[in-house]
Nanobody, 125 residues
Framework: QVQLVESGGGLVQAGGSLRLSCAASGLIFSRSAYAVGWFRQAPGKEREFVAGINWSGSSTNYADSVKGRFTISRDNAKNTVYLHMDTLKPEDTAVYYC????????????????WGQGTQVTVSS
């Protein structure tokens, strides 16, 4: 059974940083070619794509709203994907989810079969 567990969320002031982690179990990144995406959902809004990384880590994608501020990376030996968030803004406040799908990143959330439970990020002004 595949499980994705996010951690690292919290309350931070605008301009601050956080690093989110997405740990996988039941799915060995080093043996299976799964891409991972980070999505976020603010109250009353649709879940939106934030960043993604392909199975090998050789390709990454970012939403325009986070380019230059967020960095996605993966450590397949630790079965973990990270989202490092710098220069956080109040509009980054949301529940952040990681999700996995085979091979390549998709910005379409319906293309992901595995999801974590989410971690809250709150950025105060």
């Amino acid at each position: 059974q595949v499980q994705l567990v996010e951690s690292g969320g919290g309350l931070v002031q605008a301009g601050g940083s956080l690093r989110l982690s997405c740990a996988a179990s039941g799915l060995i990144f080093s043996r299976s070619a799964y891409a991972v995406g980070w999505f976020r959902q603010a109250p009353g809004k649709e879940r939106e794509f934030v960043a993604g990384i392909n199975w090998s880590g050789s390709s990454t994608n970012y939403a325009d709203s986070v380019k230059g501020r967020f960095t996605i990376s993966r450590d397949n030996a630790k079965n973990t994907v990270y989202l490092h968030m710098d220069t956080l803004k109040p509009e980054d406040t949301a529940v952040y989810y990681c999700a996995a799908r085979p091979f390549a990143v998709s910005v379409d959330k319906s293309q992901y079969g595995y999801w974590g439970q989410g971690t809250q990020v709150t950025v105060s002004s």
